[in-house]
């Protein structure tokens, strides 16, 4: 899609990374899957810029990467959106998955422990004959084993949610860390901890 001319115009402004042109253009006679053409040579020209700004962080992108995650679904948008939010936040989110893009992550509060749901989707599956189309599956589950997930190191306690089985927590040094034996479209867990 287009893109801004964007530059860095004063002092403690940095480029994260510059615009790469495609190889060839698309057009009506050539196209390429996902609209991902093969790279040319790096433009030099920034597309993302950064600074701090009094206490705050700033990222400017010439273009619109969550567009272009919405269209394409290609994983290193996500990756780079998530990135900026983390570095402009200044703290990673306080419970990840590890390698899990498929899984959201909901934390709810009850009384003083922390109620953590792990949804699980996979895209569902069909596929088109000329003008007809079969029919999606209804649904799949599909188990991932030992999945680990970083939590807040004031973790003392975690328990699957409705059946009560603990699961090992193991403190490191800035978090704690768990490993789910098998997760599925939908987990529960309950955090026992600080969290204040």
């Not at 009506?28 to 705050?56: C, F, K, L, M, W």
């Not at 700033?58 to 996500?78: M, S």
Request: charged share 20%; proline share 8%.
């Amino acid at each position: 899609m287009a893109m801004w001319e964007v530059r860095a115009n004063t002092d403690g402004v940095y480029v994260a990374a510059t615009r790469r042109n495609p190889l060839i253009e698309t057009s009506g006679q050539t196209y390429y899957h996902n609209n991902q053409p093969p790279p040319d040579v790096d433009s030099d020209e920034p597309a993302i810029i950064y600074r701090t700004y009094g206490r705050g962080r700033v990222i400017y992108c010439a273009a619109l990467p969550e567009n272009n995650y919405a269209r394409l679904g290609h994983e290193p948008y996500r990756r780079l959106i998530a990135n900026m939010v983390a570095w402009a936040a200044r703290v990673l989110p306080p419970i990840r998955a590890e390698g899990l893009l498929n899984t959201e992550i909901i934390v709810n509060r009850l009384r003083k422990d922390w109620i953590v749901h792990l949804v699980t989707g996979f895209p569902q599956r069909a596929a088109r004959f000329g003008q007809h189309r079969t029919s999606d599956t209804i649904e799949e589950i599909v188990s991932i084993p030992n999945v680990q997930l970083s939590l807040p190191s004031t973790v003392t306690a975690v328990y699957r949610i409705p059946s009560g089985e603990a699961l090992p927590v193991v403190h490191l040094v800035s978090d704690a860390r768990i490993t789910i034996p098998n997760l599925e479209d939908w987990e529960t867990l309950r955090l026992v901890g600080d969290f204040e």
